[in-house]
């Protein structure tokens, strides 16, 4: 099955439907997401989750993340290293940590890389995605940022870590994406409404 529009007309689409969520909506849907992962084992389990700060309409995992601080689990936002470079590292975040802008006006903890981690020692990341499929499929903002730092997974025969999930909203998701080469899957997405586990 081919896909009726081009990536960045699918992408400018699919941007617009979360956009047009009401600030109601919108805090349904975070209440909806964290119901269907707060008490999911996956969660549960981990001990270092990666999660981000939403922007653009995306799904709100603030409650997750608050959660997971609550819970004594150790929390990771993503960080970008300056203009012009392109790579993307997750940092420990503590409650109440002060927040700073960064280059796409998206709030992270200012770089630190004392409190940085290795990706693929983490347990959980939790990604934002612009459109998404039922089999792992994920459609980002387009710059790469995330596929960049997980490109190591394409690697490994057999990794184990961390696990990946996508969050969305339940209008974002497609019936079919085509993957580039350096499109990093997902073990599945979660929307405000359930669980897409891809096989």
């Avoid at 960045?8 to 997401?33: D, F, T």
């Avoid at 653009?56 to 960080?79: C, F, H, N, S, W």
């Avoid at 992270?108 to 693929?120: D, L």
Wanted: hydrophobic letters at 35%; aromatic letters at 8%; a positive charge.
């Amino acid at each position: 099955m081919t896909e009726p529009v081009t990536r960045p007309q699918l992408r400018r689409q699919l941007r617009k439907a979360r956009r047009e969520l009401s600030p109601c909506e919108q805090r349904q849907a975070a209440r909806g997401l964290y119901r269907q992962l707060a008490q999911h084992p996956l969660f549960r389990r981990a001990r270092h989750i990666a999660l981000y700060l939403p922007t653009d309409g995306e799904i709100d995992p603030r409650l997750l993340l608050k959660e997971a601080q609550r819970r004594g689990k150790t929390t990771y936002l993503p960080v970008l290293s300056a203009w012009p470079n392109t790579k993307m590292v997750f940092q420990r975040i503590t409650p109440g940590e002060k927040l700073m802008p960064n280059r796409f006006r998206i709030l992270e903890p200012r770089i630190n890389s004392a409190r940085q981690r290795k990706v693929w020692t983490l347990d959980l990341v939790l990604l934002p995605l612009v459109g998404f499929d039922a089999t792992g499929g994920r459609l980002g903002m387009g710059g790469g940022f995330y596929d960049r730092s997980l490109a190591y997974l394409a690697r490994r025969q057999n990794w184990r870590k961390p696990t990946l999930l996508g969050l969305a909203h339940e209008c974002q998701k497609v019936a079919s994406l085509n993957q580039a080469s350096w499109d990093v899957p997902l073990q599945g997405t979660v929307s405000d409404k359930r669980w897409y586990v891809a096989h």
